[in-house]
Antibody, heavy 118, light 113 residues
Framework: QVDVVQSGAEVKKTGASVEVSCKAS?????????IDWVRQAPGQGLEWMGS????????NFAKNFQGRVTMTRDLSNSIVYMELGSLRFDDTAVYYC??????????WGQGTTVTVSS | QSALTQPASLSESPGQSISISCTGA?????????VSWYQQHPGKAPKLIIY???NRPLGVSDRFSGSKSANTASLTISGLQAEDEADYYC?????????????FGGGTKLTVL
């Protein structure tokens, strides 16, 4: 059983943007949850990027990403999107979405590898 | 530099117990009972093992327990098994009047000898 499925790996040039999607599978519901985005650079720890309230669409971003990240959702298809712009080499990472019903992330996507190259 | 401080690595023998500390500040760990812990095996997504300081999700072994004192939270694993060898991350919620934030520790690599 896979509750949340993310889009596939991406390779992007510096300065470009990348969009990663996060879809709730049949039988899993995002409603009443926040959806968080967390990234992990190679060999490094977890870094919280921000969240979107699935119900209202309100967003909240970590200071490090403000102005460079957007998060949206498609209610009819149960998909959440994260777009990161002005990509740099150090944006190379695995990007995870996670469902956050309260103050913890209980269901995680499988991760999407984003590689930034020249 | 991570907002929450964890030991980088720990090791212990099978069958023993171990505690992983997570030190924050009076504005996050110290004031909110919203500390969670995640286990991550190589190449896998993190998995929630403790939430709200000391609660276990359904299906998580009761060998995992959490606690908090002042600005430091702890994860204790009893009866260590080979499968417990993984990276462990703590997380805390924090908030100001205008912004909420989620903090992670730098992670602890646990080796079961």
């Amino acid at each position: 059983q896979v509750d949340v499925v993310q889009s596939g790996a991406e390779v992007k040039k510096t300065g470009a943007s990348v969009e990663v999607s996060c879809k709730a599978s049949v039988g899993y519901i995002f409603t009443h949850n926040y959806i968080d985005w967390v990234r992990q650079a190679p060999g490094q720890g977890l870094e919280w990027m921000g969240s979107i309230d699935y119900n209202s669409g309100a967003t909240n971003f970590a200071k490090n990403f403000q102005g460079r990240v957007t998060m949206t959702r498609d209610l009819s298809n149960s998909i959440v999107y994260m777009e990161l712009g002005s990509l740099r080499f150090d944006d190379t990472a695995v990007y995870y979405c996670a469902s956050r019903p309260h103050h913890y992330m209980d269901v995680w996507g499988q991760g999407t590898t984003v590689t930034v190259s020249s | 530099q991570s907002a929450l401080t964890q030991p980088a690595s720990l090791s212990e023998s099978p069958g023993q117990s171990i505690s992983i500390s997570c030190t924050g500040a009076s504005s996050d760990v110290g004031v909110y009972d919203y500390v969670s812990w995640y286990q991550q095996h190589p190449g896998k997504a993190p998995k929630l093992i403790i939430y709200d300081v000391n609660n276990r999700p359904l299906g998580v072994s009761d060998r995992f327990s959490g606690s908090k004192s002042a600005n430091t939270a702890s994860l204790t694993i009893s009866g260590l098994q080979a499968e417990d060898e993984a990276d462990y991350y703590c997380s805390s919620y924090t908030s100001t009047s205008t912004l909420e934030n989620v903090l992670f520790g730098g992670g602890t690599k646990l080796t079961v000898l």
